[in-house]
């Protein structure tokens, strides 16, 4: 992109790529600016106009297969030059905004409406994590990471503009106390979406660590479809005999791997502990961190790590507002998944892959067991309450361990279609 470009060693787009994009961006800036004093503002859409719906703006957004490089006039046309009643949310970045972008935008356009993020040019997060975020959504595609749709790089100014969130932030969902609760069904839902999100990642051709994952950073579309966002700390992850890629530590305090936190050494694992605290936000309800409570309850995995493999507390863990709307051998499942994801050693914890397959089960709970708790198991783990033993998916998820680790699943997506690996019956 001209003096968009960057050394950066994690790229995945090339330097070569990104300066022709930013060829693609000031012949657009061009013709733009011919057309500036002939239209104004009252001929762009708004996305606050009704001729939208949830079902157009899907198929639309199936349409828009490379990322666009945008004017920045574009930008502040369908933004209304960034107006406060437009934002959408404020983050490390900046600030993101709604807008909507269709023919009377630039000709070609489908009916869309996007979300703007802006660059906050005396922000924590710049440059570096701008390009980072189209490298690597610029070429990554999923059903469960938010499509970026095009980006801005003017001046000193870079804007990244992504497919449109209904729904907003799963975190908004679950703590936000004017919000319906979230059903079962739909955390377990959320959960499996966001699991194939970083299974699809930690399985590309070259691996992608995303390294912050958290409930703020997955977005949720119309139908609660879970969509990972925010790729501006992900690291392409160890090559070859590579174990680990060494960098300075960074994401969110509370959701970062221990192991990661005190050595710098940041591999696939890291995120799955990430995955783990997620998991357990889900369940329980409770924020991964909250000064709030008492002294012991702040942390959220300390508090409830302890309990996930004795089948008399999961009880006291579980989030009341649930109520009866799960079968304890489905609770037993995601509780134990959650125990293995969070273990102080990486090795034993489980590919995304095999958290997919382990998901997988509990996206219905027809046919499944209810009963109440009997006796607890002693020392058995969480994975002998529903008939595997602790040593066994151990074994399981250990042998998994190593650079040359893959998902055995034929589904480049990892959706799980062989034989469950690691699935938790």
């Not at 095999?354 to 969480?382: H, I, R, W, Y």
């Not at 595997?388 to 990892?414: E, H, K, L, W």
């Amino acid at each position: 992109m001209g003096n968009c470009g960057t050394r950066e060693e994690s790229a995945v787009v090339s330097n070569a790529q990104v300066q022709q994009l930013h060829l693609s961006s000031l012949t657009a800036k061009t013709a733009a600016g011919e057309k500036k004093h002939n239209r104004s503002v009252s001929d762009l859409s708004d996305i606050s106009t009704p001729r939208h719906n949830f079902e157009d703006a899907r198929k639309n957004t199936l349409l828009y297969t490379h990322v666009i490089a945008f004017t920045l006039y574009e930008l502040e046309t369908i933004t209304k030059s960034f107006r406060s009643d437009y934002i959408l949310g404020e983050g490390g970045f900046g600030t993101v905004y709604k807008g909507y972008i269709d023919e009377n935008v630039r000709v070609g356009l489908k009916s869309l409406p996007v979300a703007v993020k802006v660059l906050n040019k005396e922000g924590l997060q710049g440059h570096r994590e701008w390009l980072t975020e189209v490298n690597f959504l610029g070429q990554l595609r999923h059903p469960n990471l938010v499509k970026l749709i095009g980006y801005c790089c003017e001046d000193d100014h870079r804007l990244l503009v992504y497919e449109f969130m209904f729904r907003g932030s799963l975190e908004n969902h679950l703590f936000r106390k004017a919000t319906v609760p979230l059903s079962w069904a739909t955390r377990m839902m959320i959960a499996l979406g966001a699991a194939k999100g970083l299974a699809f990642l930690h399985n590309a051709e070259r691996p992608v660590i995303y390294r912050d994952f958290k409930t703020s950073n997955i977005l949720l579309d119309s139908d609660y479809t879970a969509k990972l966002s925010d790729f501006g700390l992900a690291k392409a992850g160890p090559q070859g005999d590579e174990t680990h890629v060494s960098t300075r530590v960074m994401g969110t305090y509370g959701y970062a791997a221990p192991e990661y936190v005190m050595t710098g050494h940041l591999t696939a694992r890291s995120d799955v502990y990430s995955f783990g605290v997620v998991l357990l936000e889900l369940l329980t309800g409770r924020k991964s961190v909250d000064k709030t409570r008492p002294g012991k309850e702040q942390s959220l995995v300390d508090w409830a790590r302890p309990k996930l493999n004795d089948k008399r507390k999961l009880l006291q863990i579980l989030d009341p507002r649930l109520e009866s709307q799960y079968s304890v051998r489905a609770a037993q499942k995601a509780c134990s998944l959650a125990y293995y994801c969070l273990s102080q050693n990486p090795k034993a914890r489980p590919l995304m892959s095999d958290v997919v397959e382990t998901l997988e089960p509990l996206q219905s709970c027809d046919g499944a067991e209810v009963s109440s708790f009997g006796p607890s198991n002693g020392g058995a783990g969480p994975f002998a309450m529903s008939g595997i033993s602790d040593y066994r998916m151990r074994q399981r998820f250990s042998n998994n361990v190593g650079p040359g680790a893959t998902c055995r699943s034929p589904n480049p997506n990892c959706s799980p279609g062989a034989a469950a690996a690691c699935r938790v019956r």
